[in-house]
């Protein structure tokens, strides 16, 4: 089934600094891949999405970069800031939402 | 427009009872999808519903697990014969389309975090 890796596990940089997540998937028939962020306790929240159609999309300071090819796909976050601090996760879509095992971004003051 | 609902917020349960988890999505999306997230884990998928029909359920234990989304009402996750591994926090999300359309976001409730004491 449909697999999906995330890297770094754990990610701590100092606020202003960028900081990036790493992912890739194996179901080549993926066409959709969000990230959300959950902070302690709380929802997943989606922050940015990309499509397969398209190779990156900004945010303000949140990029994602999508290579097919590779099956790789990132998040960007530049300019850190401390409440960027939470887990991130990515997913990849065939049909249903399949997650990485989360990112834990602290960004330190 | 409200968003995803989910209820009970939390759901305290001794070994051997029923846990029925209540979901109803955003206004206007038809698609319910329901996941599990351990401690310290990731989410999991179970299973993905719409009105009166599931649609995938690959993800559902195949005992005790059952998942509903009637033409009226809330969807409904039902865990009988709760085991303590069945602690841990149940989400759903919602989306206005599914994955044979156009691609869709999926929003997510608050989550429901069942303790099995």
């Known amino acids: 089934g449909e697999n999906v890796e995330q890297h770094p596990s754990t990610l701590s940089v100092q606020e202003g600094d960028s900081a990036v997540i790493k992912c890739t998937y194996s179901d080549s028939a993926s066409n959709y891949f969000p990230w959300y962020k959950q902070e302690l306790g709380k929802r997943p929240q989606l922050i940015i999405d990309?499509?397969?159609?398209?190779g990156e999309k900004k945010d303000q300071r949140i990029a994602v970069t999508l290579n097919k090819t590779a099956k790789h796909f990132s998040l960007h976050i530049t300019e850190t800031q401390p409440e960027d601090s939470a887990v991130y996760f990515c997913?990849?879509?065939?049909?249903?939402?399949?997650f990485g095992q989360g990112t834990t971004l602290q960004v330190k003051p | 427009n409200a968003g995803v609902m989910q209820n009970p917020r939390h759901l305290v349960r001794r070994r051997g009872q029923e846990a029925r988890l209540r979901c109803s999505p955003m206004?206007?999306?038809?698609?319910v999808y329901w996941y599990r997230q351990l401690p310290e884990e990731g989410l999991k998928f179970m299973v993905y519903?719409?009105?009166?029909?599931?649609?995938?359920e690959s993800g559902m234990p195949k005992e005790r697990f059952s998942a509903e989304f009637p033409k009226e009402g809330p969807s409904i996750l039902r865990i009988q014969q709760v085991v303590r591994g069945d602690s841990a926090a149940y989400f759903c999300?919602?989306?206005?389309?599914?994955?044979?359309?156009?691609?869709?976001?999926?929003?997510f409730g608050p989550g429901t975090r069942l303790t099995v004491t």
């Open positions: 519903l719409q009105k009166e029909n599931i649609i995938d």
């Open positions: 997913a990849s879509n065939t049909g249903k939402l399949i």
């Open positions: 990309i499509r397969s159609n398209v």
């Open positions: 999300a919602s989306s206005p389309r599914g994955f044979s359309t156009s691609s869709y976001e999926q929003y």
């Open positions: 206004k206007g999306h038809s698609h």
